[in-house]
């Protein structure tokens, strides 16, 4: 998975898995959901992220026990 933040268009992207993007659905304004030929979620972009997300420079990834 990589969590990439661009300033410059102010866009924060997630990738689940490198594949192919075969469909792409806006799931609410800002929002475009990336999905790979089979249906599967493989990506998220969220535009316009810093009034979206409230830190978009702080990732913490945790695993559930």
């Known amino acids: ?5 661009d300033p410059r268009t ?6 689940l898995t490198p594949a192919d993007v075969a469909e792409s659905n806006e799931d609410k ?3 475009t959901l990336d999905y ?3 249906g599967n979620l493989i990506g998220l972009k ?20």
Do not use: F, H, Q, R
């Open 10 to 15: 102010d866009t924060l992207s997630i990738v």
């Open 29 to 31: 304004p800002g929002v």
């Open 1 to 5: 998975m990589n969590v990439t933040y």
């Open 36 to 38: 790979d030929v089979e």
């Open 46 to 65: 969220i535009l316009d992220a810093s009034k979206k997300v409230p830190d978009v420079t702080n990732v913490n990834l945790k695993i559930a026990v």
